[in-house]
């Protein structure tokens, strides 16, 4: 049920990514979009996606005394909680990479420490309130944090544009796992596809995650729509924590 919400919500965010695309000429188009326009502009669609199925949502955005490398957003309903990280890919190079990996390791970490900590959170905000302590109002204040206990999931978004490095040309093999299917599609744009030494979702599976579902999307077009621009990725996968 989850991931169709999830499901829809990416495809009606290709939609979105045009306009903010359009709004932002043309710093969209020469270095892509902010991790904070790309992970607010799909918290809010993913969002509205659920209170048209009549769920309420939050959004939480974590806070910088976490460590985080980057901002990541935490949307919780009653019944689950949605994890967002956005990553530009400015560079393709292994750095860019290996943040991002970073902060999925970061925010699952979190994710479990906040499940594991919440019981005794519980018991010390009652000890507190018994004895009058100012702490106990600080600490009532992890009520606004996500509740851990509801099931989990991730949600991964990025974009790039292609330039003509050799990393550049492996994103779409790196993300998806393997070469995607229309490859001259891409030749047709001017990019040669090569494939990486090794690949996103078999680095996360190493680090214990679940298989995941990887896409990458083109929403941007040209010659008034009849013409996909293939130059640019956007790149989403959705996991699912516990």
Sequence with gaps: MVSDYLSTSIQRFQSDCLQLCEQHYPTVHNRGMRENH???ALC????????EAGFSAELIQRQNEEQLSQPVFCIQSDEFAVWVIAHRLLSANLARRQALIKAIVQTRDISQANADS???SASEQHTEAQAGSSTAATTANL??????HLPQHLVLVADHWFDRSKASKEIPAWWLGQL????EAYLKDGVRLLVPETSLPAQLQQ???QPGQHTIHHPL??????RTVYKYLLLT????LT
Excluded: C, F
């Excluded at 995607?180 to 490859?183: A, D, L």
């Excluded at 996968?237 to 699912?240: I, K």
């Design 44 to 51: 809010r669609r993913i969002i509205a996606t659920l209170k």
């Design 118 to 120: 919440e019981t005794h």
């Design 38 to 40: 790309l992970g607010k």
């Design 207 to 209: 680090l214990g995650l």
């Design 237 to 240: 996968a959705h996991y699912t």
């Design 221 to 226: 077009t040209r010659d008034h729509g009849s």
């Design 143 to 148: 009520g606004t944090q996500p509740d851990t």
């Design 180 to 183: 995607p299917e229309n490859t």
